[in-house]
C-alpha cells in the first residue's frame, strides 16, 4: 500500500492490527503516553526464495526497535503466484507454524495473524494451534481472523464460499467456549461433543481476537466478540465512520474494540518523512493500531522499518512523535 487510498485487493493480503494487552503488554515506553497510537510491522511472506531465519531476525529487529507486534498473513492455495501486491499473493509461510517459531526467536513483541481466513480452517484444530501458540509464547499471540473474498480458495478446499460468514461465527464461539476451559457438552450445528471431551492447554486467558473486514457483518462480529478490529483500505475519512459505527455497536453490548489499519511503504518513491505524516493522519482520525508492511524482504525493508522507528521515536509500541 502506497498511501491510505489503496485497493481492497491490495490491503487484504498483507494486513497487520493491534497487539494484545494482557501478560506481555507494548505499553508505553520512556518517551511515549498511553494513549499514543501503537506502531506495528507486516512481516514480509511474499516469497518462498526468502529463508525463514531472516523472518527470524526482522521479528527479533521490530522487537529491538520498540514495535508493538508483527504480523503474518494467509492465503491458503491463490489462483495465482506469490509476490508483491496487486499482482501476488502474501502468505507464503503458513502463519500459525511461522508464529511458533518466531515465539521462540522474540521474548516481548507481539505475534498474530493478520489475517487467517478462518473458515478455510477446521475450528477444533484452529482452537488447539490458537491455545498452544498462546503457551509458547507467553501470552503474545492474537488470533487475528477474516471471512476471506478469493472464492477460488474455497472451491479448492471444498468449503462453501457463501456460507464463510456463519462458519467464521462458529469457529470464533468454538475458539473462546475452549480457552474459558468450558469443556462438553457443547452443540453448534456441525461441531458437537459430549461431557467426556477433555481440551488442553487452556491458556491463561482467551486468546483476543482481531477481527479483519468494513462490512456490517465485520463490525457486528467485532463488536461480539471483542478485541481489535482490523479496517481493510478504507480512507482515513471512512475509517472514522466505521469506527464510529463500531464504538457504538460494542457499547451496546458492553464490549471493548480497538480500532486500527494498515498501510504500506515500500521504495524511494516516498520519504520517511511522508510516511510519518500519514502515520500522524491515522492517529488524527482515531486508530489505535497501526501495521506497517515494508515491501519485500531483501528491498530495504528492514532500512525502511527502522527508519520509521526513529523517525515516530516509537518505544515500548507507541509512538512519541
Known amino acids: ?28 515506553g520512556p518517551a511515549g503516553r498511553p494513549d499514543r497510537m501503537r506502531l506495528h510491522v507486516v512481516l514480509p511472506s511474499e516469497s518462498g526464495a526468502m529463508a ?42 503458513e502463519p500459525l507454524t ?17 489475517v487467517l481466513i478462518a473458515p478455510l480452517r477446521e475450528p477444533l484444530l484452529l482452537a488447539r494451534q490458537s491455545a498452544t501458540l498462546a503457551r509458547l509464547s507467553g501470552g503474545r499471540f492474537v488470533l487475528g481472523v477474516g471471512v476471506g473474498w478469493q472464492r477460488y480458495e474455497f472451491d479448492a478446499a471444498g468449503v462453501d464460499f457463501g456460507d464463510r460468514g456463519a462458519r467464521t461465527d462458529r469457529a470464533l464461539r ?42 456490517d457483518a465485520a463490525l457486528r462480529r467485532a463488536a461480539e466478540f471483542g478485541g481489535h478490529w482490523q479496517g481493510v483500505g478504507l480512507t482515513p475519512g471512512r475509517f472514522a465512520e466505521r469506527a464510529a459505527v463500531l464504538a457504538r455497536r460494542a457499547a451496546a453490548r458492553g464490549t471493548h474494540v480497538t480500532a486500527g489499519t494498515r498501510i504500506g ?8 518523512a511522508d510516511v510519518a ?31 520509521l522507528a526513529e523517525r515516530t521515536g516509537v518505544s515500548g509500541g507507541r509512538i512519541a512523535c
Open 98 to 114: 511461522t508464529l511458533a517459531y518466531l515465539a521462540a526467536a522474540t521474548e516481548r513483541i507481539t505475534l498474530g495473524t493478520s
Open 277 to 307: 505524516a500519514e502515520v500522524a493522519a491515522w492517529e488524527a482520525v482515531g486508530a489505535a493500531e497501526l501495521g506497517v508492511w515494508f515491501g519485500a524482504a531483501g528491498r530495504g525493508f528492514a532500512d525502511r522499518m527502522r527508519a
Open 265 to 272: 511503504w515500500e521504495g524511494p518513491d516516498r520519504t520517511v
Open 174 to 215: 468454538l475458539v473462546r467456549h475452549l480457552h474459558t476451559g468450558a469443556g462438553g457438552p457443547y452443540d453448534d450445528g456441525p461441531v458437537a461433543f459430549d461431557g467426556r471431551a477433555a481440551f488442553e492447554p487452556v491458556p491463561r486467558e482467551p486468546v483476543p481476537f482481531l477481527i479483519g473486514g468494513n462490512a
Open 52 to 93: 525463514a531465519e531472516e523472518l527470524a531476525r526482522l521479528a527479533r529487529s521490530a522487537e529491538e526497535l520498540g514495535y508493538a507486534g508483527v504480523w503474518l498473513p494467509d492465503h491458503l492455495l491463490p489462483p495465482g503466484p506469490y509476490g508483491r501486491p496487486p499482482e501476488g499473493y502474501g502468505g507464503v509461510y
Open 1 to 28: 500500500m502506497s498511501d491510505a487510498v489503496t485497493t481492497h485487493r491490495a490491503t487484504t493480503r498483507h494486513q497487520a492490527g493491534p497487539h494484545r494487552t494482557g501478560t506481555h503488554p507494548a505499553g508505553p
